[in-house]
């Protein structure tokens, strides 16, 4: 979730999703149909279809906002992947990999230049590096990958956004006049971990653009989401319990916390409805709690919407208890640590 992003506020009506139809789609699940697909909530764009086989004449749709989800059907899509293994013992990012230090200090032009990859090289970058580097994660387990060079790391960041345009006069132009090999903070599918990065000086640019320098071949990406993500976050609390951080609209209320758990994984669903009426479309963050039968360990967890890992990390927002436990409406917490100011990741990894 970018800290740029904000949504406006927008009238919309939205109807409460029938009583008759989540029991009839829950009967449908029941009697041994696989969801293929998950529902997209209203605020994320829809990017795959909920098609329900196996349940009669060619199947049923799942109309996007019901909260019935097969989770056993997202947990086996997962495990298809190969990748569990390497999203706990492996290095996986979950984040840009050029990072700007705290201390970058951007003029209008500058920032539109950064935005759009408007960059020019002005030095001579360094030639030699270690061919290897060491990952750090912050419960201690350490991994050695093979690093790019200044140069390669460069043009990974310089490459320009073709989403992006700037019209003549409008943008600035980011020279690069000096680079030296550094490191930074990142979040991972293991938490947080401190990794080797080409940190590049920028005439005119106050601070710090670091470009991590793990070189592509020790990294791994996660394979295409079924839709939006519904959970934006986890933490390991006390206990059995995990802190789960999540996005809702302005008239949305969370109903229910599922689980799915399995001696590899956990599988998490939210059960968010949207009252009827004219509702204020503005993007929320909240938290809440969800209890396990055992510990969560090393244990990968996903979300039930997007068929992913949740990535570790939360923001110190209260968390709202179980619906059950009749929850108070979140609310956000003025100051709220920045990505390197983490607490150390708490669960044992390999």
Same mark, same amino acid.
């Given at each position: 979730?970018?800290?740029?992003?904000?949504?406006?506020?927008?009238?919309? +009506?939205?109807?409460?999703?029938?009583?008759?139809? &989540?029991?009839?789609?829950?009967?449908?699940?029941?009697?041994?149909?696989?969801?293929?697909?998950?529902?997209?909530?209203?605020?994320?764009?829809?990017?795959? %279809?909920?098609?329900?086989?196996?349940?009669?004449?060619?199947?049923?749709?799942?109309?996007?906002?019901?909260?019935?989800?097969?989770?056993?059907?997202? %947990?086996? &899509?997962?495990?298809?992947?190969?990748?569990?293994?390497?999203?706990?013992?492996?290095?996986?990012?979950?984040?840009?990999?050029?990072?700007?230090?705290?201390?970058?200090?951007?003029?209008?032009?500058?920032?539109? %230049?950064?935005?759009?990859?408007?960059?020019?090289?002005?030095?001579?970058?360094?030639?030699?590096?270690?061919?290897?580097?060491? @990952?750090?994660?912050?419960? /201690?387990?350490?991994?050695?990958?093979?690093?790019?060079?200044?140069?390669?790391?460069?043009?990974?960041?310089?490459?320009?956004?073709?989403?992006?345009?700037?019209?003549?006069? +409008?943008?600035?132009?980011?020279?690069?006049? /000096?680079?030296?090999?550094? +490191?930074?903070? @990142?979040?991972?599918?293991?938490?947080?971990a401190?990794?080797?990065?080409?940190?590049?000086?920028?005439?005119?640019?106050?601070?710090?653009?670091?470009?991590?320098?793990?070189?592509?071949? %020790?990294?791994?990406?996660?394979?295409?989401?079924?839709?939006?993500?519904?959970?934006?976050?986890?933490?390991?609390?006390?206990?059995?319990?995990?802190?789960?951080?999540?996005?809702? /609209?302005?008239?949305?209320?969370?109903?229910?916390?599922?689980s799915? +758990?399995?001696d590899d994984?956990?599988?998490?669903?939210?059960? @968010?409805?949207?009252?009827?009426?004219?509702?204020?479309?503005?993007?929320?963050?909240?938290?809440?709690?969800?209890?396990?039968?055992?510990?969560? /360990?090393?244990?990968?967890?996903?979300?039930?919407?997007?068929?992913?890992?949740?990535?570790?990390?939360?923001?110190?927002?209260?968390?709202?208890?179980?619906?059950?436990?009749s929850?108070?409406?979140?609310t956000?917490?003025?100051?709220?640590?920045?990505?390197?100011?983490?607490?150390?990741?708490?669960?044992?990894?390999g």
């Amino acid at each position: 979730m970018s800290a740029d992003m904000s949504v406006g506020p927008v009238a919309i +009506e939205r109807g409460r999703p029938s009583s008759r139809s &989540r029991t009839a789609t829950m009967n449908q699940l029941e009697a041994g149909c696989v969801v293929e697909g998950v529902r997209a909530s209203w605020f994320t764009p829809v990017v795959g %279809a909920i098609v329900l086989a196996g349940c009669g004449q060619g199947g049923a749709l799942v109309v996007p906002g019901s909260p019935v989800v097969d989770m056993r059907a997202v %947990a086996e &899509r997962w495990r298809a992947t190969g990748l569990s293994e390497e999203w706990v013992r492996g290095f996986v990012p979950q984040q840009e990999l050029t990072v700007l230090g705290k201390d970058v200090q951007f003029t209008g032009r500058s920032k539109l %230049a950064f935005v759009a990859g408007k960059w020019e090289l002005h030095a001579d970058l360094p030639d030699s590096a270690p061919s290897h580097g060491e @990952i750090r994660w912050l419960d /201690g387990t350490t991994m050695t990958s093979p690093l790019l060079r200044a140069t390669a790391a460069y043009e990974q960041m310089s490459m320009p956004n073709p989403h992006q345009k700037c019209a003549p006069g +409008e943008c600035g132009l980011l020279t690069v006049i /000096g680079a030296r090999l550094g +490191e930074v903070q @990142i979040q991972t599918s293991r938490g947080p971990a401190v990794v080797p990065a080409w940190q590049f000086s920028v005439r005119d640019v106050p601070g710090t653009f670091s470009r991590v320098a793990i070189a592509p071949t %020790a990294r791994s990406s996660p394979p295409p989401a079924l839709g939006g993500a519904e959970v934006n976050g986890y933490r390991p609390g006390e206990g059995t319990t995990v802190r789960l951080e999540y996005m809702s /609209g302005g008239c949305d209320e969370l109903h229910d916390v599922r689980s799915f +758990e399995a001696d590899d994984l956990v599988v998490v669903d939210l059960d @968010i409805e949207t009252a009827a009426g004219v509702c204020t479309a503005v993007g929320l963050i909240g938290a809440t709690e969800v209890t396990l039968a055992k510990p969560l /360990g090393d244990r990968i967890m996903l979300d039930a919407s997007s068929g992913l890992p949740v990535p570790y990390g939360v923001n110190q927002y209260p968390a709202v208890p179980p619906p059950d436990i009749s929850p108070p409406s979140p609310t956000p917490d003025a100051s709220l640590p920045g990505h390197a100011s983490l607490p150390p990741w708490s669960p044992s990894r390999g």
